[in-house]
Nanobody, 126 residues
């Protein structure tokens, strides 16, 4: 699976961005999909995850209520809608794919993810 993230950019605090992650291959529906981010000088952190079927989602506390993860299995794409952005959301955002045996499983543990995209920069100005 190859992942291509896009949609990053520069936005003012309070604004919105929508990230997309397009996956190659015909097995996209077998993977739970996650978003992670890494700010300069900080470790990579979990943002959100969606199960294979899309029925389950899970968010980091820092983004809960502001970000929404979704997926379109017909288009092999996962999205991250980011609203009410804050300067502390500034980071490189990565999408990742986790092969799962159930349609509802989700994980925030980056170590279990099998494939990673190249990242897209999100910068939020104050």
């Amino acid at each position: 699976v190859q992942l291509q993230a896009s949609g990053g950019g520069l936005v003012q605090a309070g604004g919105s961005l929508r990230l997309s992650c397009a996956a190659s291959g015909r097995t996209f529906s077998l993977y739970g999909m996650g978003w992670f981010r890494q700010a300069p000088g900080k470790e990579r952190e979990f943002v959100a995850v969606i199960s294979r079927s899309g029925s389950n989602t899970y968010y980091a506390d820092s983004v809960k209520g502001r970000f929404t993860i979704s997926r379109d299995n017909a288009r092999n794409t996962v999205y991250l809608q980011m609203n009410s952005l804050k300067p502390e959301d500034t980071a490189v955002y990565y999408c990742a794919a986790d092969y799962t045996r159930t349609t509802t499983a989700t994980t925030s543990d980056a170590r279990v993810y099998d494939y990673w995209g190249q990242g897209t920069q999100v910068t939020v100005s104050s």
